[in-house]
């Protein structure tokens, strides 16, 4: 199976998030066939990450995910290019590792391993049930992949996902000094963060927010109760002051629910590789226990969980020549 066979043939497999076993009993197989040392490392009942190895010591880990966002889009080609769900997010990047790795064995280095998440698009639980793994310990560094253009990103954004959450109270709506409305009050507090100076970074840049979503209310007739908005914010420094501004902001009139969090992280630089660094985040701050992360992968994160989502051929072939040229540098450090 060449690159572009197995991207197309990891691709046939729909493995929206949530649903990752059938890529994953199909990436054992492949891989067993291969000759590589296979675990299932299993996170929920019919969710499994993928790990293999050639020998006891592991010291360079490629990585990505198994899962895509929905919808699952079928493969097609051209001469160029390979469309369709998971071309360049992530399967097109788990063919170019796999065919790293088989390059780096032929050449005699067998001091790697491969190592492949569920969920990363939603709750990144595969990423935090393989931190727990043994294997973590001796792996020096984790070249993870997600699109970056084959640039080698050496930073990537946090994101700080809250909810903020008015309450009022319900009234007939010819006497609203009867009642107290959530959602002008949750308005107020969106035109403020709308309003906010966020801190920036010199180094990964400005730290940007949307709101996402907004509900509330019960009818046209009634003083809204209760409203609410989701808000995903892209740090580029700690959360801690982000965390207070927001505070300041809501005060007394909402109450913010914190979803998740994950820091801005900065990955290693390697001299020769063109550097970058990303908006999106990864798997990589849940791999704490792998080593020092790097990340690198084809194709771009602007057609990534888009219906047009695509890889270029020669972008693949790229990045399997980065891959062995990265991980052979890496060793001999
Ligand atoms: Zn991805």
Redesign the pocket.
């Known amino acids: 199976m060449n690159l572009f066979e197995l991207t197309t043939n990891l691709m046939k497999i729909p493995s929206v998030s949530g649903n990752e076993e059938a890529v994953g009993f199909f990436l054992r197989d492949h891989l067993t066939e291969l000759g590589w040392t296979v675990e299932l490392q299993p996170v929920s009942e019919n969710q499994n990450n993928v790990i293999a190895y050639l020998n006891d010591t592991p010291r360079v880990f490629l990585s990505?995910?198994l899962d895509t966002v929905p919808p699952f889009i079928p493969p097609t080609e051209d001469e160029k290019k390979i469309y369709g769900r998971g071309a360049c997010?992530?399967k097109g990047i788990i063919a170019s590792q796999i065919t790293a790795a088989e390059e780096l064995r032929k050449q005699g280095i067998t001091d790697i391993g491969l190592l492949y998440t569920v969920e990363?698009?939603t709750s990144s639980i595969g990423a935090k049930a393989a931190n727990n793994h043994s294997l973590a310990q001796k792996c020096e560094y984790l070249i993870n992949g997600?699109p970056t253009d084959n640039d080698l990103a050496i930073g990537s954004k946090g994101t700080f996902r809250l909810k903020i959450i008015a309450e009022g109270k319900a009234a007939h709506s010819a006497y609203p000094e009867m009642g107290e409305s959530a959602i002008e009050k949750l308005l107020d507090i969106l035109h403020d963060i709308r309003l906010a100076e966020f801190p920036n970074d010199d180094f990964f840049g400005e730290t940007t927010v949307n709101i996402g979503t907004i509900e509330g209310g019960l009818a046209l007739n009634v003083i809204p109760p209760r409203a609410e908005a989701g808000i995903a914010i892209r740090l580029t420094t700690p959360r801690a002051p982000v965390e207070k501004l927001l505070n300041e902001i809501v005060g007394e009139d909402g109450k913010i629910e914190v979803l998740s969090c994950s820091e801005p992280i900065k990955m290693l630089a390697v001299e020769g590789f063109n550097q970058k660094p990303v908006r999106f985040t990864t798997d990589i701050p849940y791999l704490t226990n792998w080593g020092q992360p790097l990340l690198l992968g084809a194709g771009s994160i602007l057609v990534?969980h888009t219906k047009d989502e695509f890889v270029l051929k020669k972008d693949l072939e790229e990045a399997v020549k980065l891959y062995v040229n990265l991980v052979k540098s890496l060793l001999e450090k």
Do not use: L
């Open positions: 990505t995910h997010d992530a990363e698009e997600e990534a």
